[in-house]
């Protein structure tokens, strides 16, 4: 499947507030996490000097997408109120906006109410959905009606459940299925911005998050964009044997994988090291098709 074009043709950008994210080259979204208890980056970024150097520096380092989120999602993690949620993301989307106007934000949440509010009131981009619109069955109309780009997630149950809910008849197909469904839905009410993410990590176990990562470029059937999301999560911290703070070697390697498989979008903690991924592939991409 390396840099292989299939009978497919798959969407190439988004429109994003006007804005179009040309998906030609693949692109970084940066993880912006203002939580006190996600499982890498929780409580790092607490203060509005903190956040803003984070800002800065992924923006400096060539993220495309900055990724806001008030809520942890890491297996087990208990939700907080939407009040709650909202009041720790609304400072950090105001940071983006006042210092880098242009910079293209998504918010990662599965509330309808605090899409809607981020999306008219922030001029917030793109919505990042874990649930895809399960936890919240308002979220589909909202997006129809605030026409921004959507990301779709797999994952069964929620992330207090979603670990004792792994057992699959046939993973892949259950995914597909699960996915043909909703797009049906979505595409039902005019939204066509719409990017796959399968979800590693969430309702699955190692050995299906590789099995999946493996078979990526099986979604391209859908003919849209495709986001990855691997960054030091414990699929490559314990196969490695090593704490998610030294986990960034095999998050690179793992983001190649992905990126040689078809991802559009890799969403990532560390974004130097992910600009050099894709600059890196672009390069040997381009050496194969003038060789």
Known sequence: MFFKDTFFSKKRSLNCGGKLLDLSVPKIMGILNVTPDSFYDGGKYDTEDKILEKIT?????GADIIDIGGMSTRPGSKPVSEKEEIMRIVPAIKLVRDRFSEAVISVDTYRANVARLVVKDYSVDIINDISGGEMDKKMFETIA?????YIIMHMKG??????TQTQYKDIL???????SS???KLKSKGIIDIIIDPGLGFSKTTEQNFFLLNRLGTFRMFELPVMVGISRKS??????????????NGTTVLNTVALLNGADIIRVHDVKEAVQAVTLLEKLKIQRISG
């Open 173 to 179: 197909t259950e995914m597909i299925d699960y996915f």
């Open 57 to 61: 520096s992924m923006i400096n380092e």
């Open 182 to 184: 909703r797009m049906e």
């Open 235 to 248: 699929m490559i911290y314990r196969t490695l044997n090593v704490d998610s703070s030294v986990s960034l």
């Open 145 to 149: 009606c605030l026409h921004v780009p």
């Open 158 to 163: 929620a992330p207090l459940t979603m670990q």
